[in-house]
């Protein structure tokens, strides 16, 4: 007669106080404090304390002068403008990508990501050929504030598809199909039950176009043709550079840094907000 052996006995799960690190997540936590603090953290701070050493007075004159003026209204309303296009065309295109099927879709999956791929300077190259003085379409957009925003969407366009496309692959479809059986349109569901779950991802993809485009070079120096109406920030404070002003280029890079993180955290605001509802 075969004994029965008896289960080992359980063990206790070790008790975590609240609040204390473990020495691995210590370790870790330092190692993430340390990487950030050289990468990130310490290169700002030099920025802003050069943009600062000859005084605040001298600060201000440099963010104010007519073209320094210029060229953060330009920036800012261009970063803004395209982060709103993308936020809508950029929903619309990953919403085609996720719920429809047609021939081509894995190729135009590849394309929305060449943005990411290629480099800037390159994107400039080809918009020049493609809207410049001998663009196959008849379109010159060399030296015009529309070539700039062009530029700028074609650098951005990626970060909001890529954002909702994983929210909408993940949505269960039996809500909208409850919803659909209770009577309601296509719009209203949308409104209801849809929008609301993706709204975090589309405020995500924003923040990272906006912050992209905020701070764009290399596509955008060739096509804006270094006019006064055209001037970016980044391609004014390389002038700047240049010209041996480098307190004046950490200046505008400062006030640049500090629109870039009251837009962040507004966004980031409204997409608890949004989540919290959802």
Do not use: C
Not at 95 to 114: A, C, N, T
Not at 125 to 140: A, C, E, K, W
């Amino acid at each position: 007669m075969m004994k029965t052996v008896p289960p080992p006995p359980r063990r206790k799960p070790r008790s975590v106080a609240s609040g204390r690190l473990t020495a691995a997540s210590g370790l870790g936590l330092g190692v993430a404090v340390l990487w950030l603090s050289l990468i990130v953290l310490l290169p700002i701070a030099a920025i802003v304390v050069t943009s600062f050493q000859n005084g605040p007075a001298s600060f201000w004159d440099s963010v104010t002068t007519p073209e320094a003026l210029a060229t953060l209204r330009l920036t800012v309303g261009g970063a803004a403008l395209v982060t709103v296009l993308n936020a809508i065309f950029g929903t619309l295109i990953a919403w085609v990508l996720v719920r429809d099927q047609f021939p081509g879709k894995r190729i135009i999956e590849v394309i929305i990501d060449i943005p990411f791929a290629l480099p800037t300077i390159v994107a400039g190259v080809v918009l020049i050929s493609l809207y410049g003085p001998h663009s196959p379409f008849g379109v010159d957009l060399v030296g015009t504030r529309e070539g700039v925003l062009l530029a700028l969407l074609f650098v951005t366009l990626p970060f909001v598809v890529r954002s909702v496309q994983p929210v909408l692959i993940d949505m269960e479809r039996d809500v909208e199909e409850a919803a659909a059986s209770l009577g309601a349109g296509g719009f209203t569901t949308f409104r209801r039950i849809i929008l609301p779950t993706i709204t975090p991802a589309i405020l995500a993809g924003a923040a990272l176009s906006f912050a992209r485009a905020l701070g764009e070079f290399g596509s955008v120096i060739l096509i804006s043709a270094n006019l006064p109406n055209t001037e970016v920030s980044s391609v004014y404070m390389l002038k700047l550079i240049e010209s041996d002003d480098t307190a004046g280029a950490t200046a505008v890079a400062t006030l640049l840094l500090i629109v870039a993180i009251v837009v962040l955290v507004l966004l980031d605001s409204l997409q608890r907000v949004a989540a919290r509802r959802d």
